[in-house]
């Protein structure tokens, strides 16, 4: 029987992760979905260079992967690979509890002179054994199925492979922590994961408190210990180092998406710590209380209230039986909050995902001990335990509807619809990267569609090396206003390197360049995104050449000189809206409602009643919510009666 179950605690993770990658695939997006999705699918594809901090590991494991000739698109491959990385995410996890249950929950030893001062040697039974392995199956898809975690699973992410590096790391630590053997080099494969995590996304700094605690207990302040350190360093330094190599290496060639252009020290240092997004790490302690009420606000619906519960009961548990454990798990999570709710962005949900694996190791504990209670007190026994573990499904339950992704092709629509409603060779100038930027950078890039068009981000401009991109993909565009980019260039050099640099000058030259994008290109059809008309033209932030005007034009506005009527395509695009509705879908929702309402004053004041009816039963077919103003509609519907 003790075989068996040595057996099953072997094999328990793996069939574990199998169960949830088979629900992962039920969720998983066929095609891109918001914020960064597109513009990763795309440097995988391409092997290019991502946003700051560039994830090399992410991009050439995911190039390698997208190159295994499957019949489906790439983007799916994309998708396909996140569900892998997240299920194996979940098999390093069990075996991390399977250890830390197994270590820290039996209460007599083998041989009391086997004991040290980091470790116990364990005698289990087949009974306290079958407990833990319920535990683990439980807390395992309770972590699986919370909110964020399987999230992470329906779309091309880095905090996918993150998590399979977060539980790595873990697993690492832990396997070392209670290992007799001991070696100079018995840290080494903690190193190798840690440089693995670091070569993916730097939040593995959050991991840093949990292995040095589990260091520092095992190996102690000795001389031993520091050269032990020493070794693990030395010999995991080259992995980080052969990774980011890829970035200056890569660049060089010059790649479609070559965000920092890292091809020399001064951009790849700029680029691997993430310069640009410094100024929303710890911006103030207002930014991290709302955070961190953010935070708070969500676990419930994360972990459901069961899984909270257990979470609070196994902290309280593990402050009785292993006090250790208590403060490993305690101070880690202390420390990794601190930091994650320093960052003041909007998709914070991420940056929260170490603290929700320490969660779930609490919910393991939790759910030990009350199984332990029920085995000892309650009957039938077994009919009680099968109904617990039921508790482990309740979050597949619960976040399913809110996780879904197999429907989403909104991203994909809206951004096709934008570029297709186009003249050749247009530029279109916007930042909704979160919408239809990002995923303008797949379809362009990885499946050569509309390439033509000239997709600027307006943010991005702002920084030196996105003008080396642009022209690469729209040399013409670019060269048309070199005199203006180098003005620029020019007065950012200070900026970027952070010494002292005149603003007004540089927000002077800025708007130069983006007001000579349209008359130098005058050859070109000019679009602006809805946003710039709302925000920046209404601001006097951005302002057409003198002699140009904007009129609706589908989902953009487009910039035209001259006062006579301008013609825009027929409403013939299709959106499909995905059940799972949020602030995104949202966005574009919303933002469709106003373009064609903007479109259909416009038919009106040009007494083209009939192009008004036709968008404007579009409008209510395709965003029958929008609330139309009141002015379109007493003109309208008399006529569609």
Known sequence: MLVKNILTQKYLPIIISIFVFVI???????????????????????????????????????????????????????????????????????????????????????????????FKIIETNDSNNNLILLSAIV???????????????TSVEVYSLQILLFTLIIFAALKRFYSDKNSLFSWVWVGFSLAFGFANHMTTL?????????????????????????????????????????????????????????????????????????VWLFSSTEAAKKQLTYFLENLISEFTIAGIILALTGLIFAFKKSKRLAALITFSFVAALLYSINYDIVDIDS???????????????GFYYLILTINNRLKPKKLVLSTFTILGLLPLIVNFNSVNQSDQFTFEDYTKAILNSVEKNSIIFSYQWDYFISASYYFQYSENYRKDVAVIDKELLRRSWYFNQLRRSHPDVIDNINYEVKQFLEALKP???????????????????????????SNLNFYIGLELFANEMQKGEFSLPKGYQIVPHLLLFKAVQGNEYIPAPEADFVIRFSGNDNRYIQFIKDTIGRMLSYRILYEINWNKLDKATAYYKKLRT???????????????????K
């Open 495 to 521: 900026f970027e390197r952070s010494e002292n640099f005149n603003s007004n000058l540089l927000e002077a030259r800025y708007r130069e360049v983006m007001t000579n994008l349209v008359s130098k290109n």
């Open 206 to 278: 959050l991991t840093l408190p949990f292995v040095g605690i589990l260091f520092f207990w095992k190996e102690g302040f000795t001389k031993n210990g520091f050269t032990k350190i020493g070794l693990t360093f030395i010999t995991s330094l080259p992995i980080l180092i052969l990774l980011y190599s890829y970035l200056p290496i890569r660049a060089l060639t010059n790649p479609e998406i070559n965000w920092g252009n890292t091809i020399n020290w001064e951009n790849f240092l700029r680029h691997i710590t993430g310069k640009q997004y410094q």
């Open 139 to 153: 807390c395992g898809l309770f972590l699986a199925f919370s909110k964020t975690y399987w999230m992470q699973s």
């Open 351 to 365: 940056y929260f995902l170490f603290n929700y694996i320490l969660l779930a190791i609490l919910i393991s504990i």
């Open 24 to 118: 992962y695939l039920f969720t998983m997006a066929p095609s891109v979905i918001q914020i960064d999705s597109g513009e990763l699918a795309a440097v995988q594809a391409t092997l290019g260079i991502a946003h700051p901090t560039g994830y090399p590991l992410f991009t050439i494991i995911g190039y390698l992967f997208l190159q295994i000739p499957i019949p489906v698109t790439t983007i799916f491959k994309a998708n396909l690979l996140a569900a892998v990385w997240c299920s194996l995410g979940i098999l390093f996890f069990v075996k991390s509890v399977l250890l830390i249950l197994t270590h820290n929950t039996n209460e007599r030893t083998i041989d009391k002179k086997l004991k040290t001062k980091s």
């Open 622 to 640: 395709l965003v029958p919510e929008f609330e139309i103003p009141d002015q379109i509609k007493k003109v309208m519907d008399p006529l569609i």
